[in-house]
Each structure stands twice: as structure tokens, then as C-alpha cells.
């Protein structure tokens, strides 16, 4: 794998829970003959990772030595659930399809361990993954001899036994873009629809005719999966949805494109978009939007950035609430939509990267740009508590981080420009701090992204034919078993590695194993330390700073890991709770 080439020492922390950039902890990937891909990923308190996609023929989901074989029913792919534990071992698989096939794009869990799914199916298809039938049929097209694409949301137990499956749509292909879950656990799906739809899966109805020749819709339905309202807002032309983020006020933030101008107000109110400028034939350009609605989907206010060719791609929350967008533009691009100013240029017609933090008004924070970046598309962008951010995406060339001209990043040489996938931590003012890549010499993708408080990484997508998954110095190299397949990784610190690494050290833990009252004792070397403990998921569970020799902590049974840094020096030790 070639790696990115960095022109000075970075002397930095990759999170402030750990000093290291983050290894390959593991990797599995499953496949047949044809097309497999994981894109959507989830993980439980317990450590436990959850993938969702799609697959053809008969797969082997089991990616150790057992076998647990799933197969397709119809002419079409099938969707997946797979489930592993937290080292990466096989707990099951399900499979959900038809003769039509379904996908599943979007993934969330609910507080009580249920999985929440969302995608698209075409014909009729079983939803029940077990010995039960739950069909659902897709609405018919105009054309007859066709069948459209509608929305499916399926609710799942942790164990992936049914629950509850609901389908939206109407008579030409709706999409899903987007999946968030509320502090009430009500459900939330972002798409995209034409002509005609029915919103309301129960026995009312809900229709929304597009405006345009594709309108985007904002779904909420309750934890049964009953209708509660759906909002819609277009016009013009093609108005998409990239992203939806829910906010800790429960107020909702969406990025998207349009084209010949939109109303952002789904509302009875207009807030008109304009649209973009006109290329040398003529052709009005893309536009990039960014949206706030309160926790009814009413409008609160709206931004667009106008170019000849812009395209919005991820969006990201900080712990401020602000937001990081990142988006492709050709030309020239203010990024500042407000009275202000701020300009960028590309070389030429040749893409570059907008990089831009907006405060909760919609008001520009900062703004960066690099260029040119061939196909350098990020599809998620995850902030950290410390305000740092994760970028992942892919790429096909060689490309100069925003921010700094001394971090970049090359693809693999191939044919017809592969593209690679590339991870990529930037400090609160969008300067670029680190990058690793992984892929191999045909298209590699990732399709979704989590990361815990302790610095863990769990990554998804496909490989087309070989690939090296290891993104850091090591090397893990797979081979397809037939054209693409699924892969599923954890990367993180060393110090969070799979083995206990507690050691003859000057501080204790005990009892250990306890029952639920834990003492720890420090010796005086340790004095304005401090004290994590982490989930073996890696989320952060409690922590204090180390004042006393003595400390005592009550916490509910499970594994821990206890992590005690002192300066440059950490140590980490495992706690069971019985």
C-alpha cells in the first residue's frame, strides 16, 4: 500500500485518549461470484458490529473457520445483516430478499440493542429474516412490465429476529439517503422521490407530488414504525439529500445539491435558493445547500453555495454544534454565504475541494480549499469531543491535504484511475494532521464509518479483486472470491489492542475480578494523572483525575478496559465486573 508522504514531523497526539496513529486490530471480508458490499455499519455497547448490505449467489458470512452460508433467491441481490463481536468472530447472518432483491444502504440502533434498517426493494420481497413471511410489494410503475423502487425501514431485535417491516414510495425509484434516530427513538429518513408518493406507511395516506423531477422528503415515523409527518422541499430540478445530522436540541441539519433554484422551506412558507451560474454552453451549474429544521421539520434557516460545478458529499457535527462540510467545486466558489466574501478558484475546469465550518446560524467559521483532486470524494466526516475531525472518502490520484501542502496522499497505480479509500484527522480549523489509505489496484470503497472516544475505527465497503486493508506500515492483503466483495474492519490505538496489557505497574486495581465496587490505588508518581475507563466497545464509560492515592468507583457489570496516562506514558488494564 502506498502510503501518504508526510514532508515534515508531525510532533502531535492522534487523540487525546491515545498517542499513537491507529493499526489494523482486524479485518474480514466475505464474498462470492458477483457483486458483495457492506454499506452501513453499527456497533452496541458490548463491542459488537453490525454490518448491512447487499450479495449474490451463496456467501459464507462466518469469516472464520465455520461456515454459515447464505444465498440468493431471485434474479436479483439480496440484503444481508451480519453480526460479529467485538474481536471480529461470527455471532450470525440474515438474509432478506425476493425475486427482485432489495438493498440496504442505512443502519441505526436503537437504546435497547434493536436494529434499525433502511434501503430500497424492488418487486416483492420477505422481510422476515427468520421462518416467518412478511411480504411487502413495491409500487407498480406506469409501465407495467417495470416495478419501482420504494422505501423499506425493518426493525430488528439484537438477535435479528423480526419485529416490524414498512415501505413507502410510489410509481417511479425513491431512495434513501440518510438514517437518525431521536432522543424519543423516533425514526427519521432522508431520501429522495419523483412524481407521486405515499408517505404514510400504515392505512392512510400521506402523498407528496415532486415539484421538480426529483424532490427531497424528511420521514419521521415513531419506534412502531407509524406515520408522524413528512416534509419535502425542491424544485426546478434535481434537489438531493447527502447527509442529515440530528442535533443534541433535537434540530435537524441537511447538506445537499440542487439545480435552476429551490425552496428550502417545506413548510406553506418560500425561501428560495437561486440557482447556480451558467457554463460557457449555457448550462445552469450545481449548488450546494445546507439546511436547519426544527424538531417538527419546520424551516429555520438555509444556506446555498453557487458555482458551475458543486457538489455536496459529507457533513459533520462538532461538539460545539457546528458544522463541517466538505463538498467539490469547479471554477471559482465563495464559501461565505453571507454579505462576506470568502473565494476560491480551481486550476482550470479541474476539481478541488471545499472544506468550510459553519456556526449554528449558518454563519462562515473558516473556509479551505485544495485543488486538483481528480476524484477525491469524502463520504463522512466524524468529529471527536476535542473538536479534531475524521474525514474518509476515496480518491484516484495524488492529492495535498486542505490545510497543509505537506500531507498527501497517492492512490494505487492502475488502470482507468481506481480509486482507494483514505482516512484523514484534521484540528478544529480544518488543518490536516494525519492520513493512512488502503485499497489495492481496482475501485475500493468505504461506505460507512464509526468511531469511539478511545480512538477505535470501524470501517466498511467492498474491494473489487485484491486489496491491502491494513492502512498504517503493516500489510493485509486479501483477494475477492469473485468480482467485489464486503470487507469490515477495527483499527485503534495499540494501547486498546485485544490483549490484557496490564502489567507489574505502580498502580492497582482490585478486586479484579469485582462486584462492582472498584478501588484503584496509585502510587505518588501518579499525582495529576488521569483515569479513563472505556466500554471494550471503546466508548468512554467514567474518568477522574488522580488527586488521591486512593480512588474508589462503583460501575455495572461488564469488561472494561482502565486506561491511566501520566504524561507521554499511558498504560491500560482490564476490569471485569461481575
Known amino acids: 500500500m502506498k502510503k501518504p508522504v508526510l514532508l515534515f514531523t508531525l510532533f502531535i497526539s492522534f487523540i487525546s485518549y491515545s498517542q499513537e496513529d491507529p493499526v ?23 463491542g459488537n458490529v453490525y454490518t448491512a448490505g447487499t450479495f449474490s449467489a451463496t456467501v459464507d458470512f462466518d469469516p472464520g473457520p465455520g461456515e454459515a452460508l447464505l444465498t440468493q433467491t431471485g434474479n436479483s441481490p439480496d440484503g444481508y445483516v451480519q453480526k460479529l463481536d467485538g474481536q471480529g468472530n461470527f455471532v450470525w447472518a440474515k438474509r432478506m430478499g425476493g425475486a427482485d432483491g432489495n ?7 436503537m437504546p435497547n440493542g434493536d436494529i434499525i434498517l433502511a434501503g430500497t426493494f424492488n418487486g416483492t420481497v420477505d422481510f422476515d429474516p427468520g421462518t416467518g413471511v412478511f411480504n411487502l410489494s413495491s409500487t407498480l410503475m406506469l409501465n407495467p412490465i417495470y416495478k419501482s423502487y420504494d422505501v423499506a425501514v425493518v426493525r430488528l431485535d439484537s438477535d435479528g429476529n423480526f419485529i416490524w417491516a414498512k415501505k413507502v414510495g410510489g410509481t417511479q425509484a425513491d431512495s434513501v439517503n440518510s438514517l437518525v434516530i431521536d432522543a424519543d427513538e423516533n425514526i427519521i ?3 429522495m422521490f419523483a412524481e407521486t408518493a405515499d408517505f404514510d406507511p400504515g392505512n392512510g395516506v400521506q402523498n407528496l407530488t415532486a415539484t421538480g423531477s426529483w424532490d427531497a422528503f424528511l420521514l419521521k415515523l415513531d419506534t412502531d414504525g407509524n406515520f408522524i409527518w413528512v416534509k419535502q422541499f425542491g424544485g426546478g430540478d434535481d434537489t438531493r439529500i447527502a447527509e442529515l445530522k440530528l442535533s443534541d436540541n433535537g434540530n435537524l441539519f441537511i447538506l445537499g445539491s440542487y439545480h435552476t433554484g429551490m425552496d428550502a422551506d417545506p413548510g406553506t412558507g418560500v425561501h428560495s435558493l437561486p440557482p447556480g451560474p451558467a457554463d460557457q454552453f449555457g448550462q445552469i451549474g450545481g449548488s450546494a445547500y445546507v439546511l436547519q429544521l426544527d424538531q417538527a421539520g419546520d424551516f429555520v434557516w438555509a444556506d446555498a453555495f453557487n458555482n458551475i460545478f458543486i457538489a455536496a458529499t459529507a457533513m459533520g457535527l462538532a461538539p460545539d454544534g457546528n458544522l463541517i462540510v466538505s463538498g467539490m467545486f469547479r471554477g471559482q466558489v465563495d464559501l461565505d454565504p453571507g454579505a462576506g466574501e470568502s473565494l476560491f478558484s480551481s486550476e482550470g475546469m479541474t476539481n478541488s475541494l471545499a472544506l ?9 467559521m473558516w473556509a479551505k480549499a485544495t485543488g486538483p483532486v481528480g476524484a477525491f470524494y469524502p463520504h463522512k466526516i466524524l468529529s471527536r469531543q476535542d473538536g479534531q475531525f475524521i474525514m474518509a472518502g ?42 493512512e489509505t488502503l ?31 491494513d492502512p498504517g506500515d503493516g500489510e493485509f492483503q486479501v483477494t475477492a472470491a469473485g468480482w467485489v466483495d464486503a470487507y469490515v474492519e477495527r483499527l485503534g490505538p495499540q494501547a486498546l489492542g485485544l490483549e490484557d496489557m496490564a502489567s507489574s505497574g505502580s498502580w492497582k486495581i482490585y478486586p479484579n475480578p469485582s462486584n462492582g465496587n472498584v478501588n484503584f490505588s496509585f502510587d505518588s508518581s501518579y499525582n495529576g494523572a488521569s483515569a479513563t475507563i472505556y466500554s471494550m466497545l471503546g466508548q468512554r464509560i467514567s474518568g477522574f483525575e488522580i488527586n488521591t492515592l486512593q480512588h474508589q468507583l462503583t460501575l455495572p457489570s461488564g469488561t472494561y478496559l482502565v486506561k491511566v496516562e501520566n504524561g507521554k506514558s499511558a498504560e491500560t488494564k482490564k476490569l471485569i465486573v461481575n
Open 103 to 109: 438493498f440496504w444502504s442505512h443502519m441505526a440502533l
Open 356 to 364: 468550510f465550518k459553519l456556526d449554528t446560524s449558518g454563519n462562515l
Open 394 to 435: 476515496t480518491f484516484n490520484t495524488t492529492v495535498p491535504l486542505p490545510g497543509s501542502d505537506n500531507i498527501i496522499i497517492t492512490a494505487t497505480a492502475g488502470d482507468n484511475y481506481p480509486e482507494d479509500v483514505f482516512l484523514a484527522r484534521f484540528d478544529s480549523e480544518g488543518n490536516a494532521l494525519w492520513a
Open 439 to 469: 485499497g489495492g489496484p481496482y475501485n475500493d470503497t468505504i461506505e460507512d464509518l464509526k468511531i469511539t472516544d478511545s480512538g477505535l475505527f470501524y470501517l466498511c465497503g467492498g474491494f473489487d479483486t485484491s486489496a491491502d486493508l
Open 24 to 46: 489494523l486490530h482486524w479485518a474480514r471480508t466475505f464474498g462470492s461470484i458477483g457483486h458483495q458490499s457492506a454499506y452501513a455499519l453499527a456497533t452496541d455497547s458490548d
Open 189 to 191: 429518513v432522508a431520501g
